[in-house]
């Protein structure tokens, strides 16, 4: 609720218990907590940038005219409501598409951990370093490691190391080296892929290989809660709001 500045001048006691006053109507006035018929988590810049993408590929604005023009770029924004059925059409199509995408993925070997994933006609930068002085990515070529830097006031990034076969070294608590197995060629950087915990002491081995998977399955994460949500604006009459 926007309080004019001239009324928290006039009369602060007032506008505090308007607050008040509002936040109990909300309370009450639906039936549904904070006032939401549903609430999903979609995923992050990164996987919407990757179902957004896919969703080009299948036809983009000719098939897919609302989730093209809709899906958020970023926090913030709307799906009209006049446009959920058709949302919710579009949707259901994509659930029964039979393509597949071919797809770059970077695996822990030990464990078999998925590190990265992308589709091979693009990229993907997934970590990036303090300071900006690094950033990881992975494309149709492998794992890379990019060196950022500033020369003559102009933003260059160089490749320092690339494999498709590698080895996470420890050297110390916020050192390691990359070595490819093939070359023996290294790079010593401060992010380790693997693993979650403080302190990663073993040698750990990564492998970028290439798989084809089905769309509807592997976008399966987005297109269900996506659904949910349009079904929830069409029951309500609500905008669905991207935050």
């Not at 309080?3 to 928290?8: A, C, D, F, K």
């Not at 007032?14 to 008040?20: C, T």
């Not at 446009?83 to 993925?105: G, P």
Request: hydrophobic share 35%.
């Amino acid at each position: 609720m926007d309080i004019p500045n001239e009324l928290w001048e006039k009369d602060e006691e007032k506008v505090y218990q308007m607050h008040a006053d509002f936040d109990e109507w909300k309370r009450t006035a639906c039936e549904h907590e904070e006032m939401e018929l549903a609430d999903e988590y979609l995923s992050n810049i990164s996987g919407m940038g990757a179902f957004r993408h896919i969703v080009r590929e299948l036809g983009g604005q000719d098939k897919f005219p609302v989730l093209t023009e809709y899906l958020p770029t970023a926090n913030g924004g709307v799906l009209p409501n006049e446009f959920a059925q058709q949302a919710l059409d579009e949707l259901l199509r994509l659930e029964k598409v039979q393509s597949t995408e071919e797809k770059i993925v970077l695996i822990e070997k030990s464990t078999g951990s998925l590190k990265a994933s992308v589709s091979s006609d693009t990229y993907w930068f997934f970590v990036f370093t303090a300071y900006n002085k690094n950033t990881y990515g992975i494309d149709k070529e492998g794992f890379f490691i990019l060196k950022n830097v500033k020369e003559k006031n102009e933003e260059l990034s160089y490749i320092m190391f690339r494999s498709n076969n590698f080895i996470q070294q420890t050297v110390s608590k916020d050192l390691y080296k990359f070595i490819d197995i093939p070359s023996g060629e290294s790079y010593e950087c401060t992010v380790k892929l693997h693993p979650h915990e403080e302190e990663a002491t073993d040698d750990y081995e990564f492998g970028v290989q290439t798989e084809r998977v089905r769309v509807a399955n592997e976008y399966e994460y987005m297109i269900k809660p996506l659904i949910r949500l349009a079904k929830a604006s069409i029951l309500s009459g609500n905008p669905i709001h991207w935050t």
